[in-house]
């Protein structure tokens, strides 16, 4: 068969990142696929056409819907004639739905991504659309599926019709994502650190969901007990020309102990060198990649509860409430106070929930399924 899959962009993120490694992991048996970006390109854009997948971009502008680029999303499927469509978050759902309408009617399944839209926060025009959504979800989609049970629930409560949503959470290499005894020197040697430091991560791009804000007040009070603990943070806009995260650091006075490093390609390196991974998100996390990788390099994590976090840590981490540095800092310190033999027998039962649970094998295989399913009950 042929697919094709519709994302809002191609930058890094959760849903890009997951596509990107269901393209490389499909079975070949499944068919070919074939990807259309609303907007424009980025770094998955590059992973995925190195695969020979082709990419198409449509130019739109983020977070706008456009008429010119919904008529080229129409001719472009025509042109590419596939036997389902499959879409990534709020935007592309509600556009590639209403085109596939007027380009032979291919069965659609959408794909949502986030659990809650925080009003506070979230851009009144993703609202706008995620609602607009519930309204089409039970004219568009034959399928919808929800990366975390939270996000089933809470689209449900806004009007999604539960009928048709199933939950595939995200997957994860377990050959790329493992432990790494020599990780951690590199990256000590990277940036200047003596062996005996304490490394904690937080790989999240800035944004407000992520809340650095409540991980650098975080990392204030830890470095009164653990005053060698260094944060390593990294992700798109985590660098020093960012000036209020600078600013923030400045502030309270952690120059020295933040470490911004900006995107890296190394991230498997990077989970496996960390004595803890944390997660801070305030709200909208469905699925984290970021605990899912760090729990398959056997680290093991301290998140917030939002979306599937405490589903997906179990019992090899820490749950904390959001925007709480006080407890963030409070289950760091328990996690770094276990012996090291205490915390590498924690971070292997990490990596022993992924496998069993989240292995990328395995969750590719659901949606080979589900592509099957959906194709065989349009014939």
């Given at each position: 068969?042929?697919?094709?899959?519709?994302i809002t962009g191609l930058y890094t993120g959760g849903a890009e990142t997951m596509l990107a490694k269901l393209i490389e992991r499909m079975p070949a048996s499944i068919g070919e696929s074939a990807v259309i970006s609303l907007t424009g390109g980025g770094p998955?854009?590059?992973?995925?056409?190195?695969?020979?997948?082709?990419?198409?971009?449509?130019?739109?502008?983020?977070?706008?819907?456009?008429?010119?680029?919904?008529?080229?999303?129409?001719?472009?499927?025509?042109?590419?004639?596939?036997?389902?469509?499959?879409?990534?978050?709020?935007?592309?759902?509600?556009?590639?739905?209403?085109?596939?309408?007027?380009?032979?009617?291919?069965?659609?399944?959408?794909?949502i991504r986030q659990s809650d839209l925080d009003p506070r926060i979230s851009k009144w025009s993703t609202r706008a659309v995620a609602r607009l959504g519930a309204c089409f979800s039970r004219l568009l989609p034959v399928k919808i599926v929800c990366c975390a049970?939270?996000?089933?629930?809470?689209?449900?409560?806004?009007?999604?019709?539960?009928?048709?949503?199933?939950?595939?959470?995200?997957?994860?290499?377990?050959?790329?994502?493992?432990?790494?005894?020599?990780?951690?020197?590199?990256?000590?040697?990277?940036?200047?650190?003596?062996?005996?430091?304490?490394?904690?991560?937080?790989?999240?791009?800035?944004?407000?969901?992520?809340?650095?804000?409540?991980?650098?007040?975080?990392?204030?009070?830890?470095?009164?007990?653990?005053?060698?603990?260094?944060?390593?943070?990294?992700?798109?806009?985590?660098?020093?020309?960012?000036?209020?995260?600078?600013?923030?650091?400045?502030?309270?006075?952690?120059?020295?102990?933040?470490?911004?490093?900006?995107?890296?390609?190394?991230?498997?390196?990077?989970?496996?060198?960390?004595?803890?991974?944390?997660?801070?998100?305030?709200?909208?996390?469905?699925?984290?990649?970021?605990?899912?990788?760090?729990?398959?390099?056997?680290?093991?994590?301290?998140?917030?509860?939002?979306?599937?976090?405490?589903?997906?840590?179990?019992?090899?981490?820490?749950?904390?409430?959001p925007r709480d540095p006080q407890a963030l800092a409070g289950a760091l310190g328990d996690v770094l106070r276990l012996s090291d033999s205490e915390r590498h027998a924690l971070g292997l039962r990490a990596r022993e929930r992924i496998a069993e649970h989240y292995?990328?094998?395995?969750?590719?295989?659901?949606?080979?399924?589900?592509?099957?399913?959906?194709?065989?009950?349009?014939?």
């Amino acid at each position: 068969m042929k697919i094709l899959h519709v994302i809002t962009g191609l930058y890094t993120g959760g849903a890009e990142t997951m596509l990107a490694k269901l393209i490389e992991r499909m079975p070949a048996s499944i068919g070919e696929s074939a990807v259309i970006s609303l907007t424009g390109g980025g770094p998955i854009a590059e992973r995925i056409a190195a695969l020979g997948t082709p990419v198409t971009f449509l130019g739109m502008r983020r977070g706008r819907l456009s008429v010119f680029g919904f008529i080229r999303l129409v001719q472009a499927m025509r042109r590419l004639k596939p036997d389902l469509v499959q879409t990534w978050m709020y935007h592309a759902n509600l556009t590639a739905g209403l085109a596939a309408k007027l380009a032979g009617r291919p069965p659609v399944i959408w794909g949502i991504r986030q659990s809650d839209l925080d009003p506070r926060i979230s851009k009144w025009s993703t609202r706008a659309v995620a609602r607009l959504g519930a309204c089409f979800s039970r004219l568009l989609p034959v399928k919808i599926v929800c990366c975390a049970e939270n996000a089933r629930d809470v689209h449900a409560a806004m009007g999604y019709c539960r009928d048709r949503m199933i939950v595939i959470a995200n997957g994860f290499d377990l050959d790329k994502f493992r432990p790494n005894p020599d990780a951690r020197f590199a990256l000590c040697c990277e940036l200047g650190l003596p062996d005996s430091a304490t490394l904690i991560a937080m790989p999240a791009r800035f944004d407000p969901q992520k809340d650095h804000q409540s991980l650098l007040q975080a990392a204030k009070r830890l470095r009164v007990e653990m005053p060698r603990a260094h944060f390593i943070l990294c992700g798109d806009g985590i660098n020093s020309n960012n000036d209020t995260l600078t600013g923030w650091i400045s502030d309270l006075g952690l120059d020295g102990a933040i470490h911004l490093l900006g995107p890296r390609n190394d991230m498997p390196n990077i989970m496996a060198a960390c004595d803890v991974v944390v997660s801070s998100s305030a709200f909208g996390e469905g699925f984290s990649n970021t605990l899912g990788e760090a729990m398959a390099a056997a680290t093991p994590c301290v998140t917030t509860d939002v979306g599937d976090s405490r589903l997906i840590v179990g019992d090899t981490g820490r749950i904390v409430p959001p925007r709480d540095p006080q407890a963030l800092a409070g289950a760091l310190g328990d996690v770094l106070r276990l012996s090291d033999s205490e915390r590498h027998a924690l971070g292997l039962r990490a990596r022993e929930r992924i496998a069993e649970h989240y292995s990328l094998d395995a969750i590719s295989a659901q949606y080979a399924t589900l592509y099957r399913d959906t194709t065989r009950a349009r014939v």
